[in-house]
């Protein structure tokens, strides 16, 4: 991913001939002294090639100061960006994202930062059993650039990502729902895993058939077999082949009831039509 992130980076250096270097110093000089912007920009950007990010950021925090709103301070603000995310200083990186798309909003590099601004978040996320709002933020981040750039290869990676994204939120649901379950309280897992099960974007995720399991095995518990047979067609109607309905069928016909679908090898059912992949 570092790959495809940093090719915009070194395209926007590319474009501007590397006319001189800024010195042999390892490391910058950078107290106050007019200097040639194209000097500036290009030992930052050999910083960069260096991986030596600490130190081309502050060439670019340069370039910005003292040549604010030039070409080279718009190109400057996008090397910070990417020198902050390769560094892990991720709310840095979307900090200068956030100030280039405040500044450039028109510009064609505004994709990129938005991009970068997703990426972020989305490298931020944590497991299912700690705090999820960098999911969140992931999820609105990428969503803006599928929204607002639906042409671009920025946009298809970022469904790519959103799909990701809906697969973390819904097994949250999942573990909590699973929690609620442990502690004998059925009605709140019931609600949790009726989340997965009823949201479009979480019958993507690979939940939904624990989602759907769960339900038959909690409305036996509580004596609504009804809504336990229910679910369990729907269930055996889309994942036939699954674990989940081979243990849901095993449940139902132990309680008296008759599934109308035998666990056989997996085959297409509407969801699976409706929601491919």
Known sequence: MSTRIGALAVVLAATTALSACAGRNDRPQLAYE??????????????????RWLDAVAYFQEVERQHPYSEWSRRAI???????????????????????????????????????????YFEQIVDVGRDQAATGQALLALRDVARRYPDTPYAADALIKIDMVNDQLAGKEMAIGRWYQRQEQPLAAINRYRTVIDNEEFQRTSHTPEALYRLVELYLTLGLDE???????????????????????????????????????????????????
């Not at 007019?34 to 991986?51: K, T, W």
């Not at 309905?245 to 409706?274: F, I």
């Open 34 to 51: 007019e200097r040639p912007v194209d000097l500036l920009y290009n030992a930052g950007y050999q910083r960069l090639e260096r991986e």
């Open 78 to 120: 996008l090397m910070q960006m990417y020198a902050f995310y390769r560094q892990g200083r991720y709310q840095d990186a979307i900090a200068a994202a956030d100030r280039f798309i405040q500044l450039y909003p028109g510009s064609p590099s505004a994709s990129y930062a938005f991009y970068m601004k997703g990426v972020c």
């Open 227 to 277: 809504e336990a047979t229910r679910n369990g067609a729907v269930l055996g109607h889309n994942y036939p082949g699954s674990r989940w309905y081979q243990d849901a069928y095993v449940l139902l016909t132990n309680d008296g009831q008759r599934p109308g679908v035998e666990p056989e090898g997996e085959r297409e059912g509407w969801l699976r039509r409706l929601i491919p992949g």
